[in-house]
C-alpha cells in the first residue's frame, strides 16, 4: 500500500478514529508494542542525522534514553518499506573498511510523515490518559467488590 501523496493533515479531524485508516502512520499499525514505534522512531533517529542502519539503532536507543530498542530486521524491513513509499532515500556509502552499507536519508515526504506521527502519538498519549483515568476511577469506586 504505497503513501496518499498530497495527503494533507491538517483537513482531517483528530479525534477518536476519524483520523486512523486515512493517516499514513496509522495504516502501519501504530498501536501497542514496541514494535509499533519501530518507523516513529526511526523518522527520529533521522531527523537528528542520516546514517546506516546500526547508527540509526544507536541513535534511537540515545534519543530515548535507552527505552527503546529496535530489532535489526525490524528496523531495515521499516527502512525499506519507507524508501519504497518515498519517505527515504538510500545510497550506498563508498569507502571504509567492512562491507558496504546504505546510508538512509529521509525526504520532504518523510518530514511530513513525521509530523503524521506526532498528531498520531499525542492523540494516542490523550486516549491512553482517559481510559487510564476511568480504570483508576473504577477502581477506587468497587471498594473491592
Known sequence: MG???????????????????????CRRGGGGGLGALAEPAAL???LSKAGHGYD???EIADIT???IEVDAGGLYRVL?????????????S????????????????GRELAQDWIAHLRERERLSGLLAD????ALENTDGD
Open 94 to 109: 563508498d569507502g571504509g573498511p567492512g562491507p558496504q552499507r546504505r546510508d538512509y536519508r529521509l525526504t520532504a515526504e
Open 80 to 92: 525499506r518499506r519507507l524508501e519504497d513509499e518515498g519517505f527515504v532515500t538510500s545510497e550506498w
Open 134 to 137: 476511568a480504570l483508576g476511577s
Open 56 to 58: 540509526l539503532r544507536r
Open 3 to 25: 503513501p496518499r501523496r498530497g495527503y494533507n493533515h491538517e483537513s482531517h479531524g483528530m479525534h477518536g478514529a476519524r483520523h486512523g485508516a486515512a493517516r499514513p502512520c
Open 65 to 67: 534514553g535507552g527505552e
Open 44 to 46: 527520529a533517529a533521522l
